[in-house]
């Protein structure tokens, strides 16, 4: 086993699965992707016990940039995740179908929930007539005009769709520890580099 | 040494599939954790006004209805930032701010640990050792400077940062022994 192992660079799991794993940009990305995210749920939940913003009390400025941007950001390296797993399949992995159903559903609801709140969140800000700078360098037109009813509407839109993200990132990370828990190798698709 | 070389062969012990996964997803949620806690330390040194006085909340009608906030909520918000800054020794903004800047690079790196183990790379034992230990003390260090803190701090903190002390502990233990089993095999 030892010999074979050294020879073709191939571990029995690997063999048994008939997969070799994601590519090494979408490992980096879907990383990147995982911890902005709790990074962003972390922050907004303490920037919103911030105080008001006036002329004194400049507290919400630093985390709401910073939120936004990483926001957008996360927008972007979706886009560079789905590029790169199109382009590089790796196998489906050996389980029933029932898993590999829900895990197809399951992926796709969490894109779907990823730009929904990036988006309503990035509308929700341009109708409250706050701008946004891209990491401090780049001032992104605001979409809207300063709304109220707009504002609020987007607001809530990105309240529930983050409770959701957050919903469907727990299936995501109890199918993960599941396949570790079980030693198949289906989790170490995504974490070889 | 090659990428082939450098894997155990076969599937190797099941603990460190275990204790990998469980090192991901902590470290994952602890580096957003740290983060937010230096930006913090960071937002709330850099914005406090110069003199340290906090005058009355400014809490308009439309931004209340826009955050759901009553009048004596929005008070509240500049009343929590006052209290946590009025009972923060001198010492204790920076000290957290490095716990915290620390403690985000090695949630990081335990996250690079843990998928090391579940891909049973040679070093990731050792390794996991190392960076749980290191995340140990940064815990044992965040409860000492929390004690020391005064009360209102330490009810913030404290039970937060005993609880990932003993979750630390129990990984770096878990890695040694798992280790150590291995190794006798």
């Known amino acids: ?193 | 040494m090659s990428s082939a070389t450098n894997h155990m062969a076969g599937a190797g012990p099941a603990w460190q599939s275990w204790l990998g996964i469980v090192a991901v997803v902590l470290g994952v949620l602890l580096s957003a954790g740290h983060g937010t806690e230096w930006m913090k330390q960071r937002v709330i040194l850099n914005a406090t006004p110069a003199d340290g006085r906090f005058p009355a909340a400014e809490c308009p009608e439309d931004e209340l209805i826009e955050e759901g906030l009553s009048v004596a909520e929005c008070e509240q918000l500049v009343s929590n930032v006052r209290s946590f800054v009025v009972s923060a020794p001198a010492w204790f903004p920076g000290l957290q701010s490095l716990l915290a800047a620390v403690g985000t690079v090695l949630a990081l790196v335990s996250v690079g640990v843990g998928a090391a183990l579940v891909d049973r790379r040679r070093w990731a034992p050792a390794a996991a050792i190392a960076v749980f230990a290191a995340l140990t003390l940064i815990d044992a260090a965040g409860f000492v400077a929390a004690v020391n803190a005064g009360p209102i701090l330490r009810d913030v903190y404290l039970w937060n940062v005993l609880l990932w002390f003993f979750v630390h502990l129990m990984m770096t233990l878990g890695a040694a022994a798992g280790r150590a089993s291995t190794a006798g095999a």
């Open chain 1, 1 to 193: 086993m030892s010999n074979t192992t050294e020879i073709t660079g191939e571990t029995e799991i690997e063999r048994t699965t008939g997969s070799a794993g994601y590519s090494r940009t979408a490992v980096i990305v879907h990383w990147l992707i995982a911890v902005s995210i709790f990074f962003l749920f972390a922050s907004s939940w303490w920037m919103l016990a911030l105080p008001l913003p006036s002329d004194v009390f400049t507290y919400r400025e630093f985390p709401f940039q910073l939120h936004k941007t990483i926001g957008i950001t996360l927008v972007a390296l979706l886009a560079i995740l789905l590029f790169v797993r199109m382009r590089h399949r790796p196998a489906p992995p050996a389980v029933s179908p029932w898993m590999r159903r829900l895990a197809a559903v399951d992926h796709v609801v969490l894109y779907v929930l990823i730009v929904a709140a990036c988006v309503s969140g990035y509308l929700s800000s341009s109708y409250s007539g706050w701008g946004t700078t891209l990491w401090w360098v780049v001032d992104l037109p605001n979409w809207g005009y300063e709304n109220e009813e707009l504002n609020v509407f987007f607001s809530d839109i990105h309240l529930w769709t983050c409770w959701g993200l957050l919903a469907v990132a727990a299936v995501h990370i109890s199918g993960a520890v599941y396949h570790a828990f079980r030693d198949d190798g289906i989790v170490r698709r995504m974490l070889r580099v």
